[in-house]
């Protein structure tokens, strides 16, 4: 056994663990010092900060914390530390499939070469005319955060622009002055985020400080300099070196009340310092954008704080226009040949009494000559998530006043829109005051049943409510027809329903049959005979509480507000969407044509689905039907069925004003079937082509942030569709802020043209410069705006309604209102505008196409006029409320050229 010295150890142990601890003490130095030379520390895992207090983790604003990596292994990265999520999003989102899974982000790793003029300023990114307070309000943002409203520059990081509804994003590189742990705060009103890399690569920022409470609603806000209100403004301390620099993103959001500031602030982590707004000695510039236009974005740094394509998680849809509908894509499914279908029905002659050709019109009246379709099944264009602030929907029921105005509660009832409003005013839900009665008395609460008004206000609305649904009555208790045989307005009624006598109500009743007489003829007391104690004060100097009749029931029927519309444009309520027609319509007509269909090819097709039928309403001839309808072929193809027929009245006479003189093809009159009733048959001339080439024609001027948008909306259109027969012609008056030719060239669109125009911008000039452009006659042309979200059926939406001779098209967009997008719609439809348009080229030639000399220098009514025009010249005007078809929220700040006024700014200490 090998001789081993243990006594000597004994007598040298203290001396041996000295130099056990020394070694790892070098170590460990080493160690340090290694992760120090790559900007990188050793955790820290307790730090005192002001004053002495234990810092404790940052949390996100709703209460989940924002440190990602503190339930991981032990990691020596201090950039590791502060894994934090912005605001709005879970802590998951960053990584949807899964721990160790994180999404792929197209971030900017690599900053570009840094020059040593940039030091004393960073850039500052402006997002005009945007709503809200949060800052995910800001990332809602069509164009966040590649195409602001305005790039310019600021000198220190605390701005104040004293403006409302606008984001900013702030950027750069900090330069610490000395080596050592520092630590971040950020005040703002409203909301803030504060993220930095722990290098110069955007790809690498963390949230380290932000400015949002509990609810993270984007109410939350700090005084100028309150570094300390909220525990998230204040980041853990960070390990800096002044030998290097550090990217920064500061995002801010403000709303359309309050003061308007952000500033950030620094400090070196010992205790007693405080705050200091980071100055122009310690910034720089992220890279010079003074000579980019704004088209040019391929500079602009893509963080995780601020990345376009950060997903965020799938939520129940907020409309329901946001739910699937076949109708969406429908025409991605192949059609039936028309020539196959030519002979199911006889031809007919197709003149609607409502069209007005060389009727004079007064100007801007064809409005009036504009008729609705009625659509099945529902589509859900009715915006019923508006309906919390606009009850228009509701305005011509009786029932609905009875309900709401007859009973305790007024707000619901008298909050309905008056004639020409749209958005009226909220009233709190309470009961009319009563005047104080000279003695307490309270009765039996009875069964009442809703009693009618004795006069509905005297507004446009109910005036032409009431003259057109003649009638109408109240509803009654004893009421138990039917619901078919029935008004709208009788399905509600009250049950008379008994409930047992409460104690002390007996002696109570003697005591006020003394106030009998004194309280007679006094108004309102039967219909409000409990709300009578609350008025009168408590009784015998003890309180008496309202009895409640939990056994109080009412009946109810089907309730349906459709019936009380009309086809008419409606041009006072911007929330209903398109008109409902009645199912047994719709499926009588379906099954009278798929008779006429099998019975001419021999049973080879089978009804599947009703996609759509729209129905436009002639109560003199007959009613136009389009019917889409999906088919299942004999052998196993699926085939889309979309044509027009029509179902003539009886006894109507066929062509009495066939348009345009011309003698039609002898069409026989209408048959009857056996049941008396009337036949389809198929009206002349009124077949759409699915090949036609489609136009859009779009004057601009200085909108490169809008033309970018849709130009790459039009290239994806091209690939969720396959369809290329369409083309895109921009009209360009001379805009400064890019290139617009070079951005068409760069677009990967089927076919395109860009005409350039000088002098200011002429809306009815450019449209018509576009049309003339167009060579084939027989094409459609749509004239369009620039701040258009299409849905994927645009283009066969169009083609569908437009028939050169007959029909033009005028779709109703919906108006987003501000900081709404289109993945949560908050706005209403635009029921007045008729600036979206299509027509056949040879059709808007043969009106005389756009008013250019009267509408030279201003725009606004020159699609009314053009409206008047194409009603003269005998044309039906479809319309109809598309689904997702929105019109986006803009600034209207600097467009066409426009300038805005420039105060001198001053710094407000």
Known sequence: MPWFPVKKIRKQIKLLLLLVLLTCAA???????????????????????????????????????????????????????????????????????????PLSLNLTHQAPPWREEYKGQVNLHVFEDWCGGAVGHLRRNLHFPLFPHTRTTVKKLAVSP?????????????????????????????????????????????????????????????????????SS???KPRRLMASRRYYFELLHKQDDHGSDHVEVGWRAFLPGLKFEVIGSAHISLYTDESALKMDHVAHVPQSPASHVGLGLRQEEPRADMLRPDPRDTFFLTPRVEPSSLENVLEPCAYAPTYVVKDFPIARYQGLQFVYLSFVYPNDHTRLTHMESDNKCFYRESPLYLERWVGGAQEGMGRGLCPAGSLTPRRRPLRAPPRPPRARGRRTRPQATELRPLARAPATQGSQEGQARAPGLTAPTADSNSSSEAQPVTSFLSLSQVSRPQLPGEGEEEEEEEEGDDDEEGAPGDEAA????????????????????????????????FELLRSDWNDLRCNVSGNLQLPEAEAVDVVAQYMERLNARHGGRYALLRIVNVEKRRDSARGSRFLLELELQERGGRRLRLSEYVFLRLPGARAGDADGDGESPEPAPAASLRPDGRPELCRPLRL????????????????????????????????????????????????????????????????????????????????????????????????LCDLHIHFPANILDGIRKHCVEGKLAFAPVVMRLGCGSSP??????????????????????????????????????????????RVLQAGLEVERLRLRNFYHHFHSKRGMWGTRSRKTPGKEVP
């Open 162 to 230: 004293k403006w409302k509804n606008y984001g900013l994003r702030i950027f750069g590189f900090i330069h610490p002055a000395r080596d050592g742990d520092v630590q971040f705060s950020v005040a703002s009103d409203d909301n803030s985020e504060f993220w930095l890399s722990p290098n110069e690569s955007p790809a690498g920022a963390q949230l380290v400080a932000f400015v949002v409470g509990p609810g993270g609603t984007g109410s939350e806000w700090t005084a100028p300099g309150e570094f300390t209100k909220f």
């Open 233 to 235: 403004q204040v980041s």
């Open 687 to 782: 077949a759409w082509r699915q090949d036609v080439m489609v136009h859009f024609i779009v004057p601009v001027k200085n909108q490169a942030r809008w033309v970018v948008q849709f130009l790459a909306d039009m290239a994806a259109l091209q690939v969720r569709t396959g369809d290329s027969r369409f083309s895109v012609i921009l009209v360009d008056f001379e805009s400064e802020d890019m290139d617009v030719e070079q951005a068409l060239r760069a677009a990967r669109l089927p076919r395109y043209q860009y005409l350039r125009r000088t002098g200011n911008f002429e809306r009815s000039a450019g449209l018509q410069a576009g049309v003339d452009a167009v060579e084939d006659a027989s094409s459609i042309i749509f």
């Open 823 to 868: 993945g949560d719609p908050h706005g209403y439809w635009e029921v007045n505008g008729f600036g979206l348009f299509g027509i056949y080229k040879s059709d808007f030639d043969r009106i005389g196409g756009m008013n250019t000399e009267e509408f030279r220098d201003q725009w606004g009514g020159e699609d009314w006029e053009l409206l008047d």
């Open 529 to 560: 005979s409990e709300d009578s104690e609350e008025a009168a004060g408590p009784s015998r100097g003890r309180w008496r509480e309202d009895a409640i009749d939990w056994q109080r029931t009412f009946s109810v029927g089907n309730v349906d």
């Open 27 to 101: 170590w460990l130095t080493y160690v340090h010092l290694s992760l120090v030379r790559q900007g990188r520390a050793l955790r820290q895992r307790l730090g005192y900060g002001r004053d002495g207090e234990k810092l404790s983790s940052v949390t996100d604003g709703r209460g989940v914390r924002a440190a990602l990596s503190t339930q991981r292994a032990e990691d020596s990265s201090e950039s590791r530390e502060e894994e934090q999520v912005p605001e709005g999003r879970a802590p998951d989102m960053l990584f949807p499939g899964g721990a160790g899974r």
